[in-house]
């Protein structure tokens, strides 16, 4: 079954860290440019990261440069974003998604993990 | 690249014609236009792009159209698990990649 699988998130702290799994099946996740989207509470879908096929392209947005870190390990079939100095805004459904390239629209999508960020 | 959904919310009944708009603050490169679905618990959907295209499996009721600023998501037909969220998003440039702030299609 073609599909993507989230998990990690987690209730942290201000200036914690987490990390976020995607896991994935039924495709080469070589071909593909994964990213994360967010949706905060009562707003909208917001893209946060994406990464090319070969792991040697990066982009993020700028709510989260520097602070967070999307990686990939395409021979176990799992992708990461690493999140550090954990803001409130950061609150929100973290969902991993596919694209054809890093210039394609999302095809593919998980259900998503929740992230909460509170003292 | 700002894009502006509107409604912000549409109640309309099952059958009935729903028509989305997302207006963007200049010109969307071709032929980065695409509209999702987002039900709560759910994965999210893609349901069409490059302005007009139906990805695979999503039913011919959904329909996208527009150019330039200007673009629409017109679902004819309301069936019950239409009621959802929509999303359109511009693409096919260098990121970042940015989304509408959504219309709520809900049941009048």
């Known amino acids: 079954e073609v599909q993507m699988v989230e998990s990690g998130g987690d209730l942290a702290q201000p200036g914690g860290s987490l990390r976020l799994s995607c896991a994935t099946s039924?495709?080469?996740?070589?071909?593909?440019?994964l990213a994360w989207v967010r949706r905060a509470p009562g707003k909208g879908l917001e893209w946060v990261s994406v990464?090319?096929?070969?792991?040697?392209?990066?982009f993020y947005a700028d709510s989260v440069k520097g602070r967070f870190i999307i990686s990939r390990d395409n021979s176990k079939d799992i992708f990461f974003l690493q999140l550090n100095s954990l803001r409130a805004d950061d609150t929100a459904i973290y969902f991993c998604?596919?694209?054809?390239?890093?210039?394609?629209?999302?095809?593919?999508w998980g259900q998503g993990t929740p992230v909460t960020v509170s003292s | 690249i700002v894009l502006t959904q509107s409604p912000a919310t549409l109640s309309l009944s099952p059958g009935e014609r729903g028509t989305l708009s997302c207006r963007a603050r200049q010109s969307v490169a071709s032929p980065g236009l695409a509209w999702y679905q987002v039900k709560p618990g759910q994965a999210p959907r893609l349901l069409i792009y490059a302005t007009s295209t139906r990805a695979t499996g999503v039913p011919a009721r959904f329909s996208g159209s527009g150019s330039g600023t200007n673009f629409t998501l017109t679902i004819t037909g309301l069936e019950p698990e239409d009621f959802a969220m929509y999303y359109c998003q511009q693409y096919g440039t260098s990121p970042p990649f940015i989304f509408g702030q959504g219309t709520k299609l809900d049941v009048k």
């Open positions: 039924g495709f080469t996740l070589s071909s593909y440019a």
């Open positions: 998604a596919r694209a054809s390239s890093t210039v394609h629209p999302f095809d593919l």
């Open positions: 990464i090319s096929g070969s792991g040697a392209v990066t």
